[in-house]
């Protein structure tokens, strides 16, 4: 069914955050349960499909997984296995085991039904076994997915709210990493999805959304946007919003000059790197997608005193309805109780929260894997 192919080469390893860690040791070295646990897997397993070209990444080898499906003419492995080894994290986090996932399926557009069509018929036997359970991202859609999605054991308001369970989470993170989000200004860019809900909950704790950005460009709000006209505005227009919320908005990038408390962040990974990261004026960066800060931007923000949320925690918003924890009745409780007590733990961390955060998912995963993974989720 799956050939396994080649794994990819030492830049996918550094690219996934090591072998040298945002500490800058060696990953055998890095104290606490990673040293002490011995082996680390050397990086995650690429499976190459047999029916179309595409492939598989799974963060760990023999364990159930979870993660996205991405489609385009080239969908770069590296990228893949950073999104696989922040989902890993993510769910050790939460101390559920199960491992991270993300697959490409390389089609032209004009290609791309017949591609994800084969696509869909191979990964099947791994769904029904619970191997890989997947969701659709960048270049494929709901229906696109519609036949293992039918044997898919997650709930249907899983998918209904994943982008409100998204977007909430990222303003639980916020909330915690500043203490209360009372009086706080907040700047979203990548504004998504999940945007609407993040800024509903950011105005539910007393903050204000002063500033969005797209690819279209970024608007600005001297008092804050209304969260029900941010929701309007993108079911009606989508990236297009910002235009409508300001007719001459700024560049993109100008929101990362934007005068808030906390800058939300996740149009791609990597999108906070050292050059950005020396620019930013928030004092709080919360993550909305996995991997939006580089290494090197972590070292920036940390001499800053910039504080940089663990995008594994501030994203996990849906692994609470997905993955519900015995007894659990509302997920938006479970997520907001869950996602806040995590950061605590990590806050005063004297490496950062993204490190704590890192050395508390190890000690998770050390009770039941044989190895740890090699390299940490950072772009």
């Excluded at 011995?38 to 595409?54: E, F, H, Y």
């Excluded at 919003?241 to 000059?257: K, M, N, R, S, W």
Aim: net charge negative; charged share 20%.
């Amino acid at each position: 069914m799956l050939a396994r192919g080649e794994v990819p080469g030492e830049r996918a390893v550094r690219r996934a955050g090591g072998p040298g860690g945002p500490d800058g040791r060696p990953s055998g070295a890095r104290g606490g349960v990673g040293a002490e646990s011995g082996a680390r897997m050397p990086i995650v397993i690429i499976q190459k499909l047999t029916s179309t070209d595409g492939f598989i990444a799974f963060d760990l080898d023999d364990a159930p997984a979870a993660g996205v499906t991405r489609s385009a003419p080239k969908i770069l492995v590296d990228g893949a296995s950073l999104l696989a080894r922040s989902l890993t994290y993510r769910f050790a986090s939460f101390e559920r085991q199960v491992g991270g996932a993300s697959a490409g399926v390389n089609a032209a557009p004009a290609d791309r039904a017949a591609a994800l069509t084969a696509y869909v018929a191979e990964i099947e036997p791994l769904v029904r076994d619970g191997r890989f359970l997947t969701e659709a991202a960048r270049g494929v859609s709901p229906d696109d997915l519609a036949p293992v999605r039918a044997i898919d054991p997650r709930p249907q308001d899983y998918w209904d709210r994943h982008d409100e369970l998204t977007g909430f989470g990222v303003a639980v993170a916020a909330d915690a990493a500043v203490g209360g989000l009372a009086g706080r200004a907040v700047a979203v860019e990548g504004f998504d999805a999940g945007g609407p809900a993040l800024a509903a909950a950011v105005v539910e704790r007393g903050g204000t959304v002063i500033a969005v950005s797209t690819a279209e460009g970024t608007a600005f709000h001297p008092v804050g946007f209304d969260p029900v006209v941010l929701a309007e505005a993108w079911a009606e227009h989508g990236p297009a919003l910002v235009t409508v919320l300001d007719p001459e908005p700024a560049q993109a990038a100008a929101i990362f000059g934007a005068e808030a408390d906390v800058l939300v962040a996740g149009s791609k990974p990597g999108v906070i790197d050292d050059q950005v990261a020396a620019g930013l004026r928030a004092a709080v960066v919360v993550p909305s997608a996995a991997v939006p800060v580089t290494a090197k931007a972590l070292a920036v923000l940390r001499r800053a005193g910039t504080v940089v949320v663990p995008d594994f925690v501030s994203t996990a918003g849906p692994l609470f309805l997905g993955w519900p924890s015995p007894g659990a009745s509302d997920p938006r409780v479970d997520a907001d109780a869950a996602i806040a007590a995590s950061f605590a733990e990590v806050a005063g961390h004297a490496d950062g929260p993204l490190l704590g955060a890192c050395l508390r998912a190890e000690a998770f995963l050390a009770t039941w894997r044989p190895t740890l993974p090699f390299g940490r989720p950072l772009a």
